[in-house]
């Protein structure tokens, strides 16, 4: 664990394993605290239900009684806050060892009781017992990290109303644990951003740095509302392609376990790459037809092209492994209807991030790499190339 001045902690874990800055970590902790309690009272009403079934196997009522009890606990899991973290979030449950303790982990876990072969209702009723017993401890150990964190003056690190935060996960293997390659990686970040600023701001101011998390880089950087919005569309466009690119990806590996003629396999490849290139390249004619016309038709070609090319290095870096998180605070209700204009702008764009936020957090990468697409961004020479001045 490493001081930071003001009294900023970041935490950093044993190489190959998650890490979040303590901050997050205790919003993490206090997030779950509600979870977990609600989980336990569901959870025991299941286990006296079944319990009661098992001392009167031919009462309907008390069958009907624990079908309902599972339900509701079930309905909890699925609604659980557990199942809205990032996924450095998740990656730290799973580091403490608790996620299969917490939402449809959990429910995995209890169905699986259930579906035993020789189960009865008794040895059912034992086993949820146990499942109650840990989550009890479970229970214990977040209300001792809270206390810790409070004594240590640690706070909870949270977003202020209206606020974005768009998070990059760089994989090790991509910099390959080196200082340079990963400070020309931070580098190309900024350049990925870059025109969806101009595109919403008119320049390419800076990018402030949020947190930076260990052991896979993971960096935390704060976005202004339209511009995230934008950036926002990128994502989900790129997540609209891997869900046509889906059965692309699977062929492509049932081929190569075959042992099927490589040039097969590099056939689908090259179709995934010009459907992703085209789904880009009308993405980028909308993003730009929303703004409207501009006064410089010469820079808004050079702008096009260079969303088509950032656009391009986002797919291509979510295909090799990178995870790219957005994080929202939606802005408190308008009073009245008199909200300025731009508040109301900053409002849409907000929720606009958390619809695409929701998205992200459901989407799973599996499988090798398909997209072949060359790197595009120029990392020799001015880290600053091409990048439009601030007037």
Known sequence: MLWCPGGSVLWFAPLGSPAVNAERLHAIVDSLRGEVDETLVHMRELGEVIRRSANNPGDADIQRAVVESREQLYKMLERASSETLSPAGRDALKELK????????????????????SITPATAADDIDGLVTQIQKLSELLASLRRGFESLGIGIEELEPGE?????????REVHDGLEELGREFINIKRILGPFLELSTGSREDVRVRAIASSEFEAYLLLGAIVAANFAKALE?????????????????????????????????????????????DFVARLLNERGSADDLERDNELRTDLTKQTMELARRIDRGYRVDLEARELPPAEDTTEPTNRTEQRAAVNDVLAVRQRLRAFKLTGKPILGLPETTDQAGDPEANVQADD
Do not use: C, W
């Not at 059965?247 to 056939?267: F, H, M, W």
């Open 98 to 117: 608790v996620a299969d303790l917490l939402g449809t982990r959990l429910r995995k876990r209890i169905d699986d009781i259930f579906k035993q072969s």
């Open 164 to 172: 974005v935060e768009v998070s990059f996960l760089i994989p090790r």
């Open 237 to 281: 466009t790129v997540l609209n392609i891997y869900e046509k690119l889906l059965n692309i990806r699977k062929a492509s590996k049932q081929l190569e376990e075959t042992g099927i003629d490589p040039q097969y396999v590099d056939g689908l490849q090259e179709r995934a790459n010009d459907m992703t290139r085209q789904e880009i390249e």
